[in-house]
């Protein structure tokens, strides 16, 4: 069974560019989350789908990021304008739809985003 | 607002060495407590998990965690470190009785294992 997918594995902008990074979660999971890492600090919580749709959105830092899950498949996370505080890993996990007792996460190994 | 704190950002220990990696979290209520391992090139992996019951959870590759509520831990050990141990990992605390899924996870602690 294939895991997580992320796509790229690394990426290297400038600033005020657009990068959009892509998460292909296991087939059948219907909660997929974003996550990312920033300088070596905490991992924090970015969004939550259910499905094609948003069910927290609460951690995305400003409207220059742009989270859609078209069909409730896989999802793309679109930086524009890049800055360079946004440099960081970006992780995408996934899960089945079940009561959060018994939620287990799958994560993907992640992007690197750099912008310079 | 819930969070954890690893007061450890890296640690090396001798293989076959016991190994702990502290964790301590804040959240009001009943926390749901997690361990998650991160080895170079690949994304985080479950190690255990606690929601309620034995205080003392075992998880994969030989770890375990207690939860002591009187000090807001959920202490991570092993008694013997194998090489392969090497990798960084993160304690996680999630408001499981409100229902929100995200996960609040510390800054992670480095394990470095010497031969």
């Known amino acids: 069974e294939a895991g997580v997918t992320q796509f790229p594995s690394h990426s290297v902008i400038e600033k005020g560019q657009t990068v959009t990074l892509r998460c292909d979660p296991i087939?059948?999971?219907?909660?997929l989350y974003w996550y990312r890492r920033v300088m070596g600090k905490e991992i924090k919580f970015l969004l939550h789908?259910?499905?094609?749709?948003?069910?927290?959105e609460s951690g995305m830092p400003n409207n220059r990021f742009l989270a859609e899950r078209t069909g409730g498949t896989y999802s793309t996370l679109k930086v524009q304008p890049a800055e360079l505080e946004d440099s960081g890993v970006y992780f995408c996990?996934?899960?089945?739809?079940?009561?959060?007792?018994?939620?287990?996460?799958?994560f993907g190994s992640g992007t690197q985003l750099s912008v310079l | 607002a819930q969070s954890v704190t690893q007061p450890d950002i890296h640690i090396t220990v001798s293989e076959g060495a016991s190994l702990e990696l502290r964790c301590n979290y804040s959240?009001?209520?009943?926390?749901?407590l997690f361990w998650y391992v991160q080895s170079p090139g690949q994304g985080l992996q479950l190690l255990l998990k606690?929601?309620?019951?034995?205080?003392l959870v075992q998880g994969i590759k030989g770890f375990e965690a207690e939860f002591k509520r009187s000090q807001s831990s959920f202490n991570l050990r092993k008694p013997s470190v194998h090489w392969s141990d090497a990798a960084e990992y993160f304690c996680a605390v999630g408001a499981g009785d409100t229902g929100r899924r995200a996960l609040t996870f510390g800054s992670g602690t480095r394990l470095q294992v010497q031969p």
């Open positions: 606690y929601f309620s019951g034995d205080t």
């Open positions: 789908f259910v499905k094609e749709s948003k069910q927290d």
């Open positions: 959240y009001g209520a009943t926390p749901y």
């Open positions: 087939s059948g999971h219907d909660n």
């Open positions: 996990a996934s899960s089945q739809r079940q009561g959060s007792t018994n939620e287990k996460l799958f």
